[in-house]
């Protein structure tokens, strides 16, 4: 069997046999049902507060669909730093990090390993919100097209996150740190669209923009998946990656 | 000794940190199929070489060779020979120990169809049969350390590295720990790191002696013995009365202490000298029942050396 795979399953495990992972599945169910729940009745109310001609304006899946799938990314940005934060931080404490250095294990199969773990949880941690489509759809709202577009880019944003987690939990032993490192990083992603507004220069502001997760998300959600978002996804979790792995290598430095 | 009965062999070992080096220019070997103390006060450098012979730190310069492999250009293989039990054994709490075997066998490519075998062997070798089902957590500190050794041992490697394996353990556990470790010298090469000089007498064949990342000593406890003893020391059985005066007559004499009707004599020489005392005490008319050198002890050497080291420093 791979390492990748036993690291995987071992971290998976693990994972199921804390509180942690049941206390957040079950407050991020309880978050995003509300979230939808408030959506719902907003738009229900903001409809029947306007003539009848002007309701056609208010469109259900900008007002409902798209900002809860931004709501649930928002909400994301406070799982993931918890979750990732004793990746790494947890083993080098406990020393438990021994194990894996002393095996014939190399230190991309154990960073691949935990990521791909963690990863898998955060799927499963969104899995109750596939209630929410079924809703829609026998609503009618079925437009598939937009919904496949929204979980792929939570998907590929938890996969960012998650990534960029681990790299903080690599860097330090502590994992309150880990944590605030984590949610600081994911921030970055998301401030760096605003940074682009305030950049005068058109080249960087560019830049800035396209470095930023936001815009990419965006697309996602409208259904569109363009090769420079792939570009985007694939570098930023590549790039954490990599350099979680450097870090781990750092021991022998 | 030849070159391929060598288990570890370190070539100019040196490690350095920012600021201090940790291990400096480190030669020593240890003979396959034999228990290897290792011994140095606390910040020796004991841990660092552990970790650069188990392939977890990297040298600044020198070599470590497991088996005839370097651990930084074939570190798979050797880490596939090596078994290490840090000083603090890495388990995770919330697997249970057969879990945990499992998990560490199959890091360490034990075959698929081999690994319950492999895991009920260690479990057996190592007496966890009683808690093969409970969690690593709720253990007590000798349990663990037991499951930390069978960790070491779950994929039948040929070298095992022990860092201060009965550290902190219950008197029965210390006995039960060290015949676990006695039975698997058989077969396998075994490197127990220590600061329990008793421990590394009861249990080595051979020792090393690091201080301040400097070797001391190294080579089989009798050969550590002889060659760096200063002072030899001599028990004699005495027939009727023998004063300290006659004693401190032979000019070798350091000092005499009195136990019953035994008489230990400590000289200024390395040599025991029995010839001329028993010539100089049958010439003055005493009768001398018995003769025989007392051993030095490990830990006399062990300080005397560290104390050297130190003023040499």
Redesign the interface.
Known sequence: ?S?TL?IFK?EF??LW??PLALTMIGIFSLLAGWTFFNLLVGYVDNIQAIPADMQSQISFLEEVVLRLYSNLNFILLFFIPPLTMRLISEERK?????????????DTQIIMGKFLSTWAFTIVLILPTLLFPIVLFWAGVPDQKVLVGCYLGLILNMACYVGLGLLASALTENQVVAALLGFMFIMFTWLLAWISQGVDNFMLSEILRWMSITGHFENLLKGVLSSADLVYYGSVIFMSLYVSKLTLSS??W | MSQESWAIKTEKLTRDYPGVTAVKELDFSVPSGVIHGFLGPNGAGKSTTIKML?????PTSGRVLIEGFDPVTD???V??M?G?L?E?P???K??TVS?YLR??A????VE?SNLDAAVKKAIELTNLNAVAKRLVGNLSKGFKQRVGIA?AIIHDPQVIVLDEPTSGLDPESVVEIRQLIKNLKDKKTVLLSSHLLHEVEEICDTVSIIHSGVLLANGSLQNVRERYRKHSQVELEIKGDCPDSLLLEMDFVQSIVREEKKIILQLKTKDEKRDAIVKHLVGAGVGVLGISRIESELEDIFLELVKAGDKHE
Request: net charge positive.
């Open positions: 069997m390492k036993i071992k495990m693990l046999r804390s406990q020393a438990t990090i021994d194990l894996l250095f002393a095996s014939p294990v190399t021991r022998n | 188990c392939g977890l730190l990297r570190p798979l293989k880490k596939r090596i290490y840090p603090n890495p388990l995770y919330e697997m879990e998990f560490a199959q890091l360490h490519d698929k960790q």
